[in-house]
Every structure is written in structure tokens, then in C-alpha cells.
């Protein structure tokens, strides 16, 4: 596999070895010892599975007591997924970087914890999975607004497909006090 680095330190591109033939293809979409040899260190504790139609915005979230780092991939579609480092103190707070994943291409993106992540689908349909390092915690999720000017994210849709959560989350500004610090 290889890895490559994004603009925001921890946020990284794998691109494993796609093994291909007349039958179809094989990959390991996940090996604990050859992650953690770049850094990606698990232990994953819970996997995700969702389906979205096109122009689903989902994010930005994440969680204080209980952050999760997640490892993302699509098994059908194409998204634009989306880390923000929110990390009070982090030299590249506010910051965000983004990552076209395809069923096809069989990329993933690991987002370590304190990172804000959100995808936005841009196929007729798109099946995303991803493992996430602690275990969902419902009381501790916040979410910054997918659209916050400050962040500046440019989203490959103006009008999403938001769930009403989402579409109510405030600005990073709004946010600070209550924001993971760094390191």
C-alpha cells in the first residue's frame, strides 16, 4: 500500500494494492500491522456503513468525550470527504482538506480524533464505510455548520441534502471554548 500525506498533519491518503484479473479483484482494506507502520494505530472499536443519493451532505462532526479517529472508504459512488482541524492551538486550526474517494479507485482517508469530517456525495449514489477508533458516543457529538464562511469549504454542491442536525450546527467561531485542544 501506499501512503501519502495531505495538507493537515494525520489526515492521510492510503492506496492499497489492488490485486486484478479476469475474475474481479482483491484488496486488504484493513491490516493492523502495515497501518500502524504509518502511523494509523487503531484499535478500531466500531465500523459505519452508510447509503446517500447524490447531493447528501453529511458533517461536519465530531465528538468530545469520546473522539474518534476514522478510516473512510467507498464501496459504491464517488463523495467529497471533508477534515477540518479543529484542535484549539493546532497550527493549522481552522484548516481543511479534501479527498474524492470512489468505489473504483478504492482509495480510504484516515481522520484522526479531533478533526471535524463530513462528505458530500456526488454520484446518483454512493455507499460509504469507515471504522472509527471509539465507540459512537451520541451525547458527546457537536457539528460545525457545513457552510461556515471562516472555513471557506468548497463544496462541490450549494444547495445539500442536509439532515435537520446538520443543518442547525453553528460556526467554528461559535465553537471555540468547547473545542479539543492540541495536542
Known amino acids: 500500500m501506499r501512503v501519502v500525506a495531505t495538507a ?8 492499497p494494492d489492488v490485486h486484478r484479473d479476469g475474475r474481479g479483484f482483491f484488496l486488504e482494506t484493513y ?6 507502520e504509518h502511523g494509523i494505530t487503531g484499535p478500531f472499536v466500531q465500523d459505519n456503513h452508510s ?4 447531493g447528501t451532505l453529511r458533517g461536519l462532526h465530531l465528538q468530545l468525550r469520546r473522539p474518534q479517529g476514522k478510516l473512510i472508504h467507498v464501496i459504491e459512488g464517488e463523495i467529497y470527504d471533508v477534515a477540518v482541524d479543529v484542535r484549539r492551538g493546532s497550527p493549522s486550526f481552522g484548516r481543511w482538506v479534501a479527498v474524492t474517494l470512489t468505489g473504483d479507485d478504492f482509495k480510504q482517508v484516515y481522520v484522526p480524533p479531533g478533526f471535524a469530517h463530513g462528505f458530500c456525495v ?6 460509504v464505510e ?3 477508533t471509539d465507540i459512537y458516543d451520541a451525547a458527546s457529538e457537536i457539528g460545525v455548520r457545513w457552510n461556515d464562511p471562516t472555513l471557506g469549504i468548497a ?4 444547495q445539500p441534502l442536509l439532515s435537520v ?3 442547525r450546527h453553528p460556526t467554528l467561531a461559535e465553537l471555540t471554548s468547547v473545542l479539543p485542544t492540541f495536542p
Do not use: F, M
Request: net charge positive; charged share 25%; glycine share 2%.
Open 8 to 15: 493537515l498533519p494525520g489526515v492521510v491518503v492510503i492506496e
Open 165 to 167: 442536525r446538520d443543518s
Open 31 to 36: 491490516h493492523a500491522d502495515r497501518y500502524r
Open 51 to 54: 447509503r446517500s443519493t447524490a
Open 122 to 127: 456526488v454520484s446518483p449514489i454512493a455507499q
Open 130 to 132: 469507515y471504522k472509527c
Open 155 to 158: 463544496w462541490p454542491v450549494s
